[in-house]
């Protein structure tokens, strides 16, 4: 299946380490000289805000998906190609992954990491059959790949399951991780449940 854009979850944290918002920008740079549209959290702030002003800069299409409260905050971002403002984090997330066909993580807190968590799901159930890529900058998502390989380990998920994610190191790395990735069915979900 080709890949045209590409969902990214990343923070919203402006009090992180610059690092990761320069990841951020250099990972819109880079979707955006490789052709990818671009579809995010719809937010201005944080990496997400350096993640989109990067890609709209370098002439890619950016569409956001976010909350009405958020919205009401004054957090979107009124610069996008297309910002979709919806009722609530659950239409959020699956109007994100309805539109893309690739995921990436970037290092955030408890929302990227559920969000991630939920695409790993979606695609062990055969729900969502796109690559999932994470940026491991500063080996910020070591501990949560050891984890997935604990779930492995222990049999909680299958062999091959290590099949639905890959990890790059830097966020120029990405295109050649999409592009590489294994092809992936709704028929994992015969393999979903482990007896």
Partial sequence: MPIESVCVYCASSDQAPPLYADAAARLGRHLAAEGFALVYGGSTLGSMGCLAHAALDAGGKVTGVIPRFMDDLEW???SLTKLH??????????LMLHLSDAVVALPGGCGTL????EAIT?????LYLGPIVLVNVNRFFDPCLALLSRCVEERF?????RAMWSS????EEVAAALRAAPEWSSAARSFAALR
Avoid: C, N, Y
């Fill in 76 to 78: 979107g971002h009124r």
């Fill in 85 to 94: 403002v919806v009722d609530d984090m659950h239409e959020r997330k699956r």
């Fill in 114 to 117: 559920e969000e991630l968590f």
């Fill in 122 to 126: 979606w695609k062990r159930l055969g």
């Fill in 157 to 161: 998920m299958d062999e091959r399951h």
């Fill in 168 to 171: 790059v190191a830097e966020p």
